[in-house]
């Protein structure tokens, strides 16, 4: 199995910025892609990056375009999400989590996760 570990989160004001780390450990051969996703308090949780981890191939949800940038680092077995201009919307829990699967946005088709770190954005 694939074992993760989210960290980087935080209290930030609005505008500011927070750059997540999610490290991979255990039996990663055959993870193709790697995505965060989060979710606040009351509401399901909600798809925002993902990257492949060969190609570096990205895609994001709407509400983070141009705002969040996923990378990842294949030596470190290491994902990132580098947050800017941070809206009290971004407040939730970020998940980090891996899929055999390619290219998805669904949460069903993520086969690991991380236990999630708090990203909070105040006014």
């Known amino acids: 199995q694939v074992q993760l570990v989210e960290s980087g989160g935080g209290l930030v004001q609005a505008g500011g910025s927070l750059r997540l780390s999610c490290a991979a450990s255990g039996r990663t051969f055959g993870v193709y892609t790697m995505g965060w996703f989060r979710q606040a308090p009351g509401k399901e949780r909600e798809f925002v990056a993902a990257?492949?981890?060969?190609?570096?191939?990205?895609y994001y949800a709407d509400s983070v375009k141009g705002r969040f940038a996923i990378s990842r680092d294949n030596a470190k077995n290491t994902v990132y999400l580098q947050m800017i201009s941070l809206k009290p919307e971004d407040t939730a829990v970020y998940y980090c989590?891996?899929?055999?699967?390619?290219?998805?946005?669904?949460?069903?088709?993520?086969?690991?996760w991380g236990q999630g770190t708090q990203v909070t954005v105040s006014s």
């Open positions: 990257i492949s981890w060969s190609a570096g191939t990205t």
């Open positions: 989590a891996v899929t055999q699967s390619i290219m998805t946005t669904q949460k069903r088709s993520y086969d690991y």
